[in-house]
């Protein structure tokens, strides 16, 4: 090699930058910085859908369609303040929000509890599945929502009829995961563990169960808002005091504000619930490999 392209070399190389290498807690902060920026986005870009969303609403309310059939948002805004602050026809607001939580929750807890108990134990047994397929078929079929006023015959206005409702719709929405859940436990795994002599207890709760419980945790978001639908129609259908009936009550009343003014707090009940469910299923499902990317927040 010539002198003169040894020097042509060394130049360039003295010329280069020189890069500095990130080290792996700088790179830890890019990531977390690039995450929160991210999420400030989405988080942004939602408030500003809702911001022309209501516009918009407020602002055709108050030009062109009659808001006493459509009410808007100014109007809602003005039924929660006086809901929260002075009351509702049948009491405080907190008394009517304690009664709908208190049925949905308690009718969620059994019909969750059932339907994971008879959906596992008819799951591993295929003979009994055979035999009730029918029977089970034929509930499911039934409108349950209809069985609200059949329950308020048989228990009256009080919580056990809500309850009943509440019980109704949650335990299908339970029971159809935890049966297919336990259905598709892996046979092979089974086998092992019988052969190193597991009981059928044993390999009920160390094997069926802990496979069981990602279809069981995915149905409980859908079956808390079962909850409430149930507790809202049963109180809709004769009650004292809930949500249902301060929603029943507007509508009676041709008042518009006050039925989005339930559905709203009905709505944020829901979405408390469905954040509380998202933190027991993170920390009951630390074991499942991360599956980012997969659509869980659509």
């Given amino acids: 090699m010539s002198l003169d392209v040894k020097d ?11 890069y500095e290498v990130e080290t792996e807690e700088q790179i830890l902060a890019r990531v977390r910085n690039n995450a929160r920026r991210a ?32 009410s808007k948002p100014s109007l809602i805004w003005d039924r929660l303040v006086e809901w929260f602050t002075e009351g509702t026809q049948f ?31 008819l799951g591993r047994s295929r003979y009994w599945a055979d035999v009730l397929a029918p029977f089970i078929k034929a509930l499911n079929a039934v409108p349950r929502i209809v069985l609200a006023s059949l329950f308020i015959i048989w228990f009256g206005l009080g919580l056990s009829s809500k309850v009943a409702t509440v019980v109704v719709l949650v335990f299908f929405a339970v029971f ?5 859940g336990a259905r598709e436990v892996d046979g092979n795994v089974i086998n092992n563990a019988r052969i190193l002599g597991a009981s059928r207890r044993q390999v009920l709760t160390a094997i069926v169960l ?21 507790a809202v129609v049963g109180e809709y259908a004769g009650a004292s005091k809930g949500l249902g009936l301060l929603i029943s009550n507007a509508q009676g009343t041709f008042d518009a504000a ?5 559905m709203i707090i009905i709505t944020v009940v ?29």
């Fill in 258 to 262: 006050g039925i989005y003014a339930g």
């Fill in 91 to 121: 009491g405080s607001i907190w008394l009517q929000l304690y009664t709908t939580v208190q049925e949905a929750v308690l009718g969620f807890v059994i019909g969750t509890v059932a339907g994971v108990v008879l959906g596992v134990l």
């Fill in 39 to 70: 999420k400030a986005r989405t988080w942004g870009l939602r408030a500003l859908l809702v911001a022309l969303w209501l516009g918009s609403w407020e602002l055709t309310a108050s030009l062109w369609i009659d808001p006493f059939f459509y």
């Fill in 8 to 18: 042509t070399m060394t130049e360039i190389a003295e010329a280069a930058p020189e």
């Fill in 210 to 230: 802990p496979s069981a419980t990602t279809w069981i945790l995915s149905s409980l978001h859908t079956a808390f808002g079962f909850a409430l639908i149930g």
């Fill in 176 to 180: 159809f995961n935890a049966f297919t």
């Fill in 270 to 298: 829901a979405l408390v619930a469905e954040w509380v469910i998202g933190l027991a299923e993170n920390r009951l499902l630390k074991w499942r490999p991360s599956q980012a990317g997969s659509g869980h927040g659509v």
